[in-house]
């Protein structure tokens, strides 16, 4: 039986996933001044937003309902899933590679969790890991990696480019930061409110 979502839950669930697709798309220049950017989630971001939509709904985080309604709520809670995404993982490289890899396979370890409680506490995990190495570690890692060069031994460039192999980091503005926290911010007030909308259905899996 797929449960009931009034309009009302629909409105607010579509508005706070709107704010948090479009926060999460805006960007600051490191350097220089330039207006605010829109830069969408990509392909890999993407695939990893519906991958996720679909576990969430299977463990009753989410709820779609029926009709029209469950079309829209759809379309936002991927747009924005694969948004939260875009923040968390590191520029492109075999970092990234291997972290959208492994968040992947924790999507399958949350569709295998008994209830919902441990379903969103290891749905935490992965953000609060992703968060950790893209904005702890790659930093780390990119003040620490570099080598001088001397005379005819290019070994800064040799160094840059192994750099760039693994994580092409490129440093954000605190304001950037802030804006994309607030975006992940109203992606949990949607989990929050369909969290509340779910728990008066009793024992129903949209």
Known sequence: MTPHVSRQTTLGVCLVLALATLLGGL????????????????????????VYVFALSNRGLIRFGI??????????????????????LPPPGLVQVGLAVSAAVAAAIIVSRPNRESAVAWLGIVAVTLAVIKFALVPLFEARSGLPDWGLFQFGRTADAVRDLFVAYTPQRPATQAIHFGSLVCYAAGLWIQWGRASSVDGTVG
């Open 27 to 50: 960007d600051l220049p490191a350097r220089g001044y330039v207006a605010f950017q829109f830069a969408p989630f990509g392909l890999v971001a993407g695939l990893l937003g519906i």
């Open 67 to 88: 009709g029209g309604r469950r079309i829209l709520l759809i379309a936002y809670w991927v747009a924005a899933t694969a948004t939260a995404f875009r923040i968390l």
